[in-house]
């Protein structure tokens, strides 16, 4: 059965940092990993998703590598912004999605 | 843009009431979902649908049923509300063929029950 980790639960940087948060899944056979983003009290929000065959995504400011052969995703914010603070998630699955359990990310003014 | 919405941000109910939410997708999408969030527990799948009719138990399904009458809908019942069904309540549709599976998730409903 698939697990998906995220370490560490939060991270707090200060504005302006490039920064990595990272997700590691036990079964490498996996069909896509997705990154969420989600604020306080609200649903989630899709940022990026890697196909199996793929081994990167960018949009903006955010790059997500898939490693399977290591088990390991990392989403890349570069020059990290106050906006920027939520939880992020990543998730692996074809239909039904398998969470880690989230990063909180705070960046400080 | 893909919108899913969910009828209620917030809900209070009491206990044994019989308690629904609705979500209702734009994209004319087939696999629909219905996950709960928990502190410390993170997303827990409850039911999903890949058709009109069809529903499928998830991870946690006791004390739930679900419908799908309509494609763009798709609806998650709470028999008789326990206040261990309290929590956050996530909706999500997906986009199957060329877009691979990206899934969309509604706003939430928070569910309290007294």
């Known amino acids: 059965k698939q697990e998906v980790t995220q370490i560490p639960a939060a991270l707090s940087v200060p504005e302006g940092e490039n920064l990595v948060l990272n997700c590691s899944f036990t079964?490498?056979?996996?069909?896509?990993l997705q990154w969420f983003r989600q604020d306080p009290g609200k649903g989630l929000t899709s940022l990026l998703l890697?196909?199996?065959?793929?081994r990167e995504q960018t949009s903006g400011r955010l790059n997500a590598s898939l490693d399977k052969s290591s088990g390991r995703s990392t989403l890349y914010i570069a020059a990290s912004q106050p906006g920027d603070s939520a939880t992020y998630l990543c998730?692996?699955?074809?239909?039904?999605?398998?969470f880690g359990q989230g990063t909180r990310l705070t960046i400080n003014p | 843009d893909v919108k899913v919405t969910q009828s209620s941000r917030y809900l209070v109910k009491r206990t044994g009431e019989k308690v629904f939410l609705e979500c209702v997708q734009d994209?004319?999408?087939?696999?629909m979902f219905w996950y709960r969030q928990d502190p410390g527990l993170g997303l827990r799948l409850i039911y999903f649908?890949?058709?009109?009719?069809?529903?499928e138990k998830g991870d946690i399904p006791e004390g739930y049923s679900v419908s799908r009458e309509k494609k763009e809908r798709f609806s998650l019942i709470l028999e008789s509300a326990s206040t261990n069904q309290t929590s956050m309540y996530l909706c999500?549709?997906?986009?199957?063929?060329?877009?691979?599976?990206?899934?969309?998730f509604g706003p939430g409903t928070r569910l309290t029950v007294t």
């Open positions: 994209m004319d999408h087939e696999n």
């Open positions: 999500a549709s997906v986009a199957g063929g060329h877009l691979g599976y990206e899934q969309y």
């Open positions: 649908s890949y058709d009109v009719k069809m529903k």
């Open positions: 079964d490498s056979a996996i069909y896509n």
């Open positions: 998730a692996s699955g074809a239909q039904k999605l398998v």
């Open positions: 890697i196909q199996s065959s793929q």
